[in-house]
């Protein structure tokens, strides 16, 4: 090879490198231009994960909280702290709502308040269900004025 050809082959090569580094900056400087049709939609889109992750974090309240929130939002702070201190001291320690216990005098009392067969405005499927069993005994310590039914709350 000729140093001619040599010099040819060299010159070569650098133009290529600089058209490969030119084409390199002028795509970078586009990409701003790109930038402002792309970010809208990268803006949507995170919007929208986030969106999805805060209904993720969103979590079911134990039965105990369920429980405390609602007394709390029907009667108030100390009826809540009350309900919660009787059910979990005495009427149904372990919060099953799946209880049923057979009572001296024959009787049923059914899931987290141990509702008793004696009360037939409530079913015994919804005795078990805990959120419809809040509602009835709130109604119900409304009606009476107070948790005297509960013989927990006596004692």
């Known amino acids: 090879m000729t140093t001619q050809c ?3 082959t060299e010159s070569r090569l650098w ?3 600089f058209l490969l580094i030119f084409s390199c900056l002028q795509f970078s400087i586009s990409i701003p231009m790109w930038k402002d049709y792309l970010f809208p939609v990268r803006v949507v889109q995170e919007v929208e994960a986030k969106e999805i992750q805060e209904v993720e974090e969103v979590k079911e309240l134990t039965i105990q909280e369920y429980v405390f929130e609602e007394v709390k939002e029907a009667l108030g702070v100390k009826e809540a702290i ?3 201190s009787f059910i979990g001291g005495c009427e149904n320690p372990k919060w099953n709502p799946d209880l049923v216990i057979k009572e001296p005098n ?3 009392s059914y899931g987290i308040f141990m509702i008793n067969s004696i009360h037939k405005d409530i079913s015994n499927a919804d005795k078990l269900d805990y959120k419809k069993a809040t509602a ?3 109604e119900k310590r409304k009606r009476d004025g107070s948790w ?3 013989s927990c709350y006596k004692k």
């Open 82 to 84: 009350t309900v919660v």
């Open 6 to 8: 040599k010099h040819e």
């Open 136 to 138: 009835w005994s709130i």
């Open 106 to 108: 024959g009787s049923l």
């Open 148 to 150: 005297l039914a509960w």
């Open 15 to 17: 133009r290529a490198f």
